[in-house]
């Protein structure tokens, strides 16, 4: 089992529902990150939260908005999706130092209909 | 341009065989390399990390190498089993962390009875 734990495990929703995607770790872990995942495709980084601060944004549209409300947890709200959107949502943590890796939750995966 | 390469795209073996999997990169300066295994519907799990002072390193029956020089690095599998069935993805990283990390497409590694 991951260290790195990803609620729900599937979502299904429309493209006017508001929902969102939780990740929580207890590793002590002071970097979290959010990965898109299509099909066959590597991981697209979208987000990255460093010491609860976000430092790293990708170009993500506004319809996704990440939040970090203590070192523990990383929460992405969903808000008029599209459905080029449906893909496997990974969470990641990591000491954030040199050379420690990612540990990656066991994703959710989003379809928009 | 920083790119990550891998070959075959996928490959299939029959069970108690051996296999060798590919990474050709251009990402410079480097820092680390690593090797996940993700197996369908879940996140990724490192298997080896390796600094370009490294050039072999173990974990169990995988076995990565790094040829710093060349830009090349191999992931050996010995004694498949079918539990090995996954995705293997190489990813660089310049220095600073795990923030800016190139993703290989993966490896579809299929073990067969």
């Known amino acids: 089992d991951t260290e790195v734990t990803q609620t729900p495990k599937h979502l299904v929703m429309g493209m006017t529902n508001k929902k969102s995607l939780k990740c929580e770790q207890h590793?002590?872990?002071?970097?979290m990150y959010w990965y898109k995942q299509k099909a066959k495709k590597p991981p697209e980084l979208m987000f990255v939260y460093s010491y609860e601060k976000l430092s790293i944004n990708e170009s993500v549209p506004s319809r996704f908005s990440p939040e970090c409300p203590n070192s523990s947890l990383l929460n992405l709200h969903l808000h008029a999706l599209q459905p080029e959107d449906s893909a496997l949502y990974l969470c990641a943590s990591s000491q954030g130092r040199e050379g420690a890796p990612l540990h990656f939750g066991n994703g959710t995966r989003l379809t928009v209909t | 341009k920083n790119q990550v390469e891998q070959s075959p795209q996928s490959l299939i073996i029959l069970e108690g065989k051996n296999c060798t999997l590919q990474c050709n990169y251009t990402v410079s300066p480097f820092s680390n390399l690593r090797w996940y295994k993700q197996d369908t519907g879940r996140g990724p799990v490192s298997l080896t990390i390796?600094?370009?002072?490294?050039n072999t390193k173990s974990n169990g029956r995988y076995t990565a190498t790094l040829d710093a020089d060349t830009k090349q690095s191999s992931l050996h599998i010995t004694a498949s089993q079918l539990s090995d069935s996954a995705s293997y993805i190489c990813?660089?990283?310049?220095?600073?962390?795990?923030?800016?990390?190139?993703f290989g497409t993966g490896t579809r590694l299929t073990v067969i009875p």
């Open positions: 590793m002590g872990h002071r970097a």
């Open positions: 990813v660089v990283s310049p220095p600073g962390g795990a923030n800016n990390l190139f």
């Open positions: 390796m600094t370009f002072s490294e």
